[in-house]
């Protein structure tokens, strides 16, 4: 079955020449279909795989290439060399192809017929040296990419597919995106701050501001029986404190939060936009801080950074679309305070408000309560715990010259005790190789405040984004110590610094 494919397609590229005969050429059409047909019924790889054809002349291979940079569907390709394809045949496409690839190494035959082997059968099945054929001239072209090996119905190949499809279409998703900063940024605050201008042409999406003004007119156009509805609904999935219900005696504050979502989600859908920014310092014209409004939109997927983290927004909603269809949920958190205690250090995070509830581990609760900054009414909020298990936290900065990805694998864990004052939703972790190891890796690599957490994805998506994206990932898991990770880093300011020097097409 063809499975959606509005987050993007992949395409099946297989290399071959014309040197063994037509039908060679044919075989090796009819080995890859079958190959692209049980891709596309993988339910490991979430983007529909597409056959594009046998690449066998230059001439093939640049016009497939040059099809796919137009292809607004195609999100990224699949590219295996069945027999050999000689790699100065792919040197054109190679140059032009703007679209992200992965080098499938692999084999149509598992088993080798050991008594029935014969040069014709060799002729045929020869990608174990086709493909390193085809790395050279991709090495040799200074070309990132990521390379799978394995036979196409190794599980094991089909889950590093999987991850590979899953991170093309959160940079598929970018390609375009807007981002609506809405108020500035937080007054002072650096890690937020960044260079839009390189993001757009690095990253592919576009940030604008707009006056919270612009916004407050959609929330005023919110009409009574919209919200009526809408605070129904909140009745129906979230457990609503008393006061705020309908008889209760602040009732007309959660009417206020629905009118808030109401406007948000009008502001947004008019924008065309797939994440926002807010900042407590400027909301001129709303009764309350946007908390709940927040948390229900990232739980549909919009992308969302506060006090202006239009990285982490556009991060978000990234990796809110790499994630999709499997279990866990992904929202914007912050490294909110510490439990030092000898018997095991642990982050517990949170935020003033937002978020979101994608995950929760039951039914949020539905609260109000004083917020001591941003000088308005009390905000509503969605409260809830996070279940143990694992989770990565990552963050994107921008450190002038250059983006980096920092990933940092983590084991969230039950809070010690119940938390009965505190007025917002939060996860517990100990982050590895462990806290202190974590902590000091992540400011010496200049990680922000305001990572996006993910039950659901797992650094490799990630590292596979970065490498998609051509930016510098800095991995924190259980193998990583303090030295070698700052020697990495000095590194890779040489690096990236000069990578571009390195790159073929300059
Ligand atoms: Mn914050």
């Known amino acids: 079955m063809m499975k959606e494919s509005k987050k993007g397609e992949i395409w099946f590229v297989a290399g071959s020449q014309h ?55 195609c999100a990224g390709l699949i590219i295996w060399c069945h027999t050999f394809s000689p790699g100065k045949m792919w040197i054109g496409g190679l140059k032009s192809l703007q679209k992200p690839f992965v080098h499938l190494h692999t084999q149509f035959n598992r088993d080798l017929p050991w008594s029935e082997i014969d040069m014709d059968y060799m002729n045929l099945h020869q990608a174990a040296h086709g493909d390193r054929e085809f790395g050279f001239i991709c090495t040799r072209m200074r070309i990132e990419r990521k390379v799978v090996v394995g036979h196409w119905q190794d599980p094991e190949v089909l ?14 998703t970018l390609q375009g995106a807007k981002i609506c900063r809405i ?35 959609f929330v005023k156009g919110a009409s009574d029986s919209e919200i009526d509805e809408l605070c129904a609904q909140y009745e129906d999935e979230y457990d609503v404190v008393a006061e705020l219900r309908e008889e209760g005696a602040r009732h007309e504050s959660l009417r206020d939060g629905a009118r808030i979502e109401l406007g948000l989600r009008a502001f947004l859908r008019a924008k065309d936009a797939v ?17 709940l409004a927040v948390q229900r939109l990232m739980r549909d997927g919009y992308g969302f950074g506060a006090e202006g983290d239009w990285k982490t927004a556009a991060l978000l909603r990234a990796m809110k679309v790499m994630a999709e269809g499997l279990d866990g ?24 408000l937002e978020i979101c509830e994608s ?12 917020l001591g900054i ?76 305001h990572p996006v957490f993910s039950k659901a994805l797992t650094s490799e998506v990630l590292e596979d984004f970065a490498v998609i994206a051509g930016i510098e990932v800095v991995l924190i898991n259980d193998k990583t110590t303090v030295s070698e990770l700052r020697r990495d880093l000095r590194l890779g300011e040489v690096y990236h610094h000069s990578a571009k020097g390195f790159s073929f097409a300059g």
């Open 275 to 291: 994440g926002f920014t807010t900042t407590f310092e400027d909301l001129h014209g709303l009764k309350q801080l946007p908390g």
């Open 359 to 370: 995950i929760a581990s039951g039914k949020p609760k539905l609260e109000i309560h004083p």
């Open 374 to 449: 941003g000088g308005k009414e009390d905000p509503v909020r969605l409260v809830f715990d996070v279940a143990a298990g694992p989770a990565v936290n990552a963050t994107m900065v921008d450190l002038g010259n250059r983006f980096r990805l920092v990933v940092n694998e983590v084991e969230v864990v039950d809070a010690d005790e119940a938390l009965p004052k505190l007025p917002v939703a939060r996860a517990v972790w100990e982050p590895k190789p462990d806290f202190k190891t974590s902590a000091a890796s992540w400011i010496y690599a200049g990680g922000s405040h």
């Open 19 to 73: 040197l063994y005969g037509e039908e060679a050429i044919a075989q090796v059409g009819r080995n890859a279909k079958e190959i692209v047909s049980s891709l596309d019924g993988a339910k490991a790889i979430p983007l529909a795989v597409v056959f594009k054809g046998v690449g066998s002349t230059p001439e093939q291979i640049r016009s497939i290439c040059l099809e796919a940079n137009a292809s607004s569907e």
């Open 329 to 352: 949920g992904t929202s914007f958190m912050e490294d909110y305070t510490y439990h030092l205690h000898p018997s095991g250090h642990k982050v517990l995070g949170a935020h003033m």
């Open 159 to 172: 889950e590093r597919l999987g991850m590979w499809s899953r991170a093309v279409s959160g940079w598929h």
């Open 183 to 217: 108020g500035d940024n937080m007054r002072e605050v650096s890690v937020t701050e960044g260079d839009k201008v390189a993001a757009e042409a690095c990253l592919g999406y576009s940030v604008n501001g707009f006056g919270v003004g612009d916004l407050v007119e």
